[in-house]
């Protein structure tokens, strides 16, 4: 893909989106209080954007989904799945828009218990994982307790150390009014192995 890929409209499936994607980031750049934006621009003026490890920095979430999902090289999305030990790329692309809609619910401070998300993440059976996961028989892929799974499953696998999953378990016995059936989380949850 190179420096500067996601700038070349040939390398995406949907031009629409990828011209889309591509005006959403001009704005954001400009937008943009970095000093490494500000100093790349008073350095180069060409290309019209800064390379992506600078560019994508400064990038919505929701852009970035938007950009995995419009590639068009599906062997490179595979690559990207796998290396957060998610088996396809089309698990990690309905991760991605799940948790996009997660974060504009929580930015915008909707509610996000109780709520029927219309965006699903797709689950992929235990014995796909690399990793810890759930039982996904009997989880209701449209509430929260889905998209938390995949949230912890991901930051696990890119940072083994992290403490998601035991600020999410506390934050439960603190409140135990909470209805957690509300929520999504099913029976027997906390046996599942990515939650012990």
């Given at each position: 893909m190179g420096r500067f890929g996601f700038m070349d409209p040939s390398l995406f499936k949907n031009p629409n989106l990828h011209n889309d994607c591509i005006r959403t980031i001009q704005s954001e750049l400009s937008r943009t209080t970095e000093d490494f934006i500000k100093t790349h621009y008073a350095k180069y003026n060409d290309p019209t954007m800064p390379p992506a490890w600078k560019t994508l920095e400064i990038v919505s979430f929701g852009t970035l989904g938007k950009l995995y999902s419009n590639f068009k090289d599906n062997a490179v999305k595979k690559v990207v799945a796998r290396s957060f030990n998610v088996p396809q790329h089309v698990y990690l692309e309905s991760w991605i828009a799940s948790l996009a809609a997660?974060?504009?619910?929580?930015?915008?401070?909707?509610?996000?218990?109780?709520?029927?998300?219309?965006?699903?993440?797709?689950?992929?059976?235990?014995?796909?994982?690399?990793?810890?996961?759930?039982?996904?028989?009997?989880?209701?892929?449209?509430?929260?307790y889905a998209m938390l799974c995949c949230l912890i499953y991901w930051v696990n696998n890119i940072q083994p150390d992290n403490n998601v999953k035991t600020e999410i378990v506390n934050l439960l016995r603190k409140y135990p009014i909470v209805d957690k059936t509300a929520i999504g989380f099913p029976t027997g949850w906390e046996m599942n192995a990515l939650w012990r």
């Open positions: 997660l974060r504009n619910c929580c930015a915008h401070h909707a509610r996000v218990w109780n709520r029927v998300y219309p965006i699903k993440p797709q689950l992929p059976l235990a014995k796909r994982m690399r990793s810890e996961w759930i039982d996904v028989s009997n989880v209701a892929r449209n509430r929260l």
